[in-house]
């Protein structure tokens, strides 16, 4: 006997026409965010290392897509989808501060950067969130 549990499928191409449209917004905020503190004089480099204002945008991107598959595993898998990749998606969003925190770069500068963690995942995490069975 399968213990295999399934929940009301969510359209797989809902989800991921949300979720695309969700990260290309996340992507527009968090350069914006940084194009607007690199212009109030924050500076964008870590150490030695410069962050263009495009890399905010492409690490948006990439680690939004992530939480997509992680969601389209979740729709199928989970027995509450919802709660289990808002649950996990705190607990990642929260982790990801922590190299902020560590960085070595000004206080205004470690700021910018988890603001640009803290907004990409108030638009990318209910918007995928909203799309998963509870």
Known sequence: ?????????VPAKS??????????LAAVATSAIAAAGKAAGISLAAGDAPIPV?????LTVIF???GLVLAL???HWAR????????????????SLVPDVLADASAATKALLM????AAAAIVIPAIAR????
């Open 64 to 66: 939004s897509v992530v």
């Open 1 to 9: 006997m399968s213990v295999t549990t399934t929940t009301a499928a």
């Open 54 to 58: 495009t890399g905010f945008a492409t």
């Open 73 to 75: 595993v979740l729709a």
């Open 15 to 24: 989800l991921i026409a949300g979720g695309l449209t969700a990260t290309a």
């Open 115 to 118: 603001l640009t963690h803290l």
């Open 131 to 134: 799309r998963l069975a509870a």
């Open 80 to 95: 509450r989808p919802r709660t289990v990749f808002v649950r996990t998606t705190l607990v990642l969003t929260a982790l």
